[in-house]
């Protein structure tokens, strides 16, 4: 009877013990992280994803209230595995500190070799910006391996790209009050192969980079030197090394704000941003889709009654469909709202969503997708102006 009692209680212990198991198991998405920390005011400036080890690294810098105002920068690991479902925030792995005129910072994980570069700016006194690279190395504890400042003063860094054969450091040359495109070559080692400069009478910032399908460069940039409005878009063809192929404007009589170019093999182009010359009735998210050459495929926009915009765009693993995002308003004069749309190759929207809260605006820095869920690195910033960052992690689909 004794051992009765014994095998019955065991068996429900066992039961409850497996209950307890699936509830635990079940996580509901979408799934936030904050990113916040005492008197310090946070801002997400992007994430990389190590292969196989299903972990994301995001980028992380900090206004730190101090006898003088600085910025400290981390990294932190994010656990993303699709067989644990967990999130955890790992502790900071590493980090620096820089002066008070910090102006940026980014960080990229080559396609190649795997290391993890990245760079920041200082503005000096005056004009004077200061550019530094830097090459991050170790899976555990990252130590900054290689600094390098060759000739990049003056220059304001908008993004470090890594191409097949180095990197590509695409911004803007500051020469007085005016701006052009520029674009600096690096090696896989970090030395300046070559700087190119491109420009008008106005104001001409570079995006993005992409490699292309017959081994040249795709520069994505905005112009208010030519095109057809107040602020184009421009694509521009270099070859490797350096000189011009071909230049296409695209935009209307308003103006186009272009953020990230992503590619398919190299040979079609993906530009998301924003459009006041294209829909209605205020700004819109846009996406053009081009050729390798400059030839413009069709253009979408996509929006509601009040201000939207694309930040950044990915295309979804082993498919032909993209989603890219951004931000949409919540009402005339309101905060923002994170902006999500899937479409296919076509242009044609699949779904789309929106992740926000009252009284805060919510601007998404990066996305990344795998073939189940995708991953948002965000900015929330509320009605006083102070900034913590988010991540969001969600499933795919409507």
């Known amino acids: 009877m004794n051992y009765q009692k014994t095998i019955w209680c065991v068996l429900v212990l066992l039961a409850i013990g497996s209950c307890k198991k699936d509830e635990k198991e079940v996580v509901q998405y979408p799934a936030y992280i904050t990113f916040s920390e005492e008197g310090k005011d946070i801002s997400i400036e992007g994430m990389v994803r190590y292969p196989f080890l299903n972990q994301l690294f995001v980028l992380q810098t900090a206004e730190v209230l101090t006898q003088f105002q600085q910025r400290e920068t981390k990294h932190y690991v994010l656990d993303v595995s699709n067989e644990s479902k967990d999130i955890q925030k790992a502790k900071s792995t590493f980090h620096f500190t820089a002066g008070a005129n910090t102006h940026k910072g980014s960080m990229k994980l080559h396609k ?10 200082d503005h000096a006194t005056g004009s004077t910006i200061n550019t530094k690279l830097y090459n991050l190395q170790g899976f555990g504890q990252m130590q900054i391996s290689t600094i390098v400042n060759q000739g990049l003063d003056n220059i304001e860094p908008i993004r470090l790209v890594d191409v097949n054969d180095g990197y590509l450091l695409v911004g803007a040359k500051i020469n ?31 995006m993005d980079a992409v490699d292309l399908c017959d081994n040249n460069y795709g520069i994505l940039a905005y112009t208010y030197s030519k095109g057809a409005g107040d602020r184009d878009i421009w694509y521009l063809k270099l070859d490797r090394n350096g000189y011009l192929i071909t230049d296409t404007t695209f935009g209307g009589a308003g103006y186009e704000e272009p953020q990230r170019m992503i590619t398919r093999g190299g040979c079609e182009l993906y530009i998301a941003g924003h459009s006041t010359s294209f829909g209605a009735p205020e700004h819109d998210a846009y996406v053009l889709k081009i050729n390798d050459k400059g030839g413009k495929i069709w253009e979408k926009t996509f929006g509601t009654q009040y201000h939207d915009g694309f930040n950044t765009v990915v295309n979804i693993p082993n498919t032909k469909t993209f989603i890219a995002a951004g931000r949409s308003m919540q009402g005339v004069g309101q905060p923002e709202d994170i902006f999500l749309v899937c479409f296919d190759e076509d242009g044609k929207e699949l779904w789309r969503k929106k992740y926000g809260e009252p009284n805060y605006t919510e601007l998404p820095q990066d996305i990344i997708a795998d073939e189940e869920f995708y991953y948002l690195a965000c900015n929330r910033i509320d009605i006083a102006g102070k900034s913590h960052g988010v991540f969001i992690k969600d499933r795919l689909g409507n």
């Open 112 to 121: 190649n070799n795997y290391q993890m570069i990245g760079f920041v700016t």
């Open 176 to 206: 007085g009050n005016d701006k052009n495109v520029v674009v600096v070559k690096f090696s896989p080692t970090f030395s300046k192969i070559w700087e190119k400069e491109f420009g008008g009478a106005g104001n001409d910032m570079a």
